[in-house]
């Protein structure tokens, strides 16, 4: 009679333990070589249903958020379509020693079609990834360039190319869909990115929920302030599209000859 007791007892623990545990708040996976040499950057103030307030990384402060609504362009003739959207937003992000950062940034995508009967359509044209660009003016020197190309679907997370530039200057982005807690299955979408420069890892920035981002300890400050300037450019960006995504043909938004493969 005991037995039967303790049983029910010892399922109804083990349930509401994991009921506890999956109401926690979602973290993304940290690499190793992460853990030991980093330090977090607390993010601070962001606001997820709206992407145009100001927030902190950290000491750094990103102000002066101004978003542009998204544009769209198309065309159409006879069962071929053509439709063209973008949307840009600029910050600044203010540092301790009152130094200031501007950064812009666009996304685009350009998606093809034709239209097969009133409810079908195939794609057509274009290599099915939407492209961001950020463009971070540190004083006194050469900007860097972010740009990120993403395929939008869970089934080739082996195209996602990303990489942070200036002149012969590289330093790779990662995309992380795997959590932090090992019993939870992998995202389908980009829970956020790793900074990389060959073996190392840098930094990171958790674009879910309110964010967060890590840097290497042993960074120099204007190496914080730029892998803060474009995590900043990562926690404000918004996908325009997840379902047929793909490169903008607007001349403005500049790919690498690198990422274009």
């Known amino acids: 009679?005991?037995?039967?007791?303790?049983?029910?007892?010892?399922?109804?623990?083990?349930?509401?333990?994991?009921?506890?545990s999956s109401c926690?708040?979602?973290?993304?996976?940290?690499?190793?070589?992460?853990?030991?040499?980093?330090k977090e950057l607390p993010v601070t103030g962001r606001k997820t249903i709206s992407l145009k307030k100001d927030f902190k990384i950290g000491s750094f402060a990103v102000t002066d958020v101004h978003r542009?609504?998204?544009?769209?362009?198309?065309?159409?003739?006879?069962?071929?379509s053509s439709q063209?959207?973008?949307?840009?937003?600029e910050f600044a992000l203010q540092d301790s020693t009152g130094g200031s950062t501007y950064v812009s940034c666009e996304?685009?995508?350009?998606?093809?079609?034709?239209?097969?009967?009133?409810?079908?359509?195939v794609g057509v044209g274009g290599d099915d990834r939407e492209v961001f660009v950020s463009t971070i003016h540190l004083a006194g020197g050469t900007p860097w360039k972010l740009i990120t190309k993403d395929p939008g679907a869970d089934l080739s997370f082996s195209s996602f190319l990303g990489i942070?530039?200036?002149?012969?200057?590289?330093?790779?982005?990662?995309?992380?869909?795997?959590?932090?807690?090992?019993?939870?299955?992998?995202?389908?979408?980009?829970?956020?990115?790793?900074?990389?420069?060959?073996?190392?890892?840098?930094?990171?920035v958790q674009v879910l929920n309110k964010g967060k981002v890590?840097?290497?300890?042993?960074?120099?400050f204007e190496q914080q302030r730029l892998l803060s300037a474009a995590s900043a450019s990562l926690l404000l960006y918004q996908k325009l599209e997840r379902t047929n995504p793909a490169e903008p043909q607007n001349a403005k938004v500049k790919v690498p000859i690198s990422l274009r493969n």
């Open 84 to 89: 063209k959207v973008s949307q840009r937003f």
């Open 24 to 38: 926690k708040t979602a973290e993304m996976y940290q690499s190793e070589a992460l853990l030991q040499p980093s």
């Open 214 to 220: 890590w840097v290497r300890k042993d960074l120099s």
């Open 107 to 121: 996304a685009g995508l350009d998606s093809k079609e034709i239209k097969l009967g009133k409810i079908f359509s």
């Open 164 to 204: 942070l530039q200036s002149d012969d200057r590289e330093i790779h982005i990662e995309p992380v869909y795997n959590f932090k807690n090992p019993n939870r299955v992998g995202s389908s979408t980009i829970l956020g990115y790793e900074f990389r420069s060959g073996k190392e890892v840098l930094g990171a």
């Open 1 to 20: 009679m005991k037995l039967q007791k303790i049983l029910p007892l010892a399922l109804l623990t083990v349930l509401c333990s994991a009921f506890l």
């Open 68 to 80: 542009g609504g998204v544009k769209t362009k198309g065309a159409s003739v006879g069962p071929f």
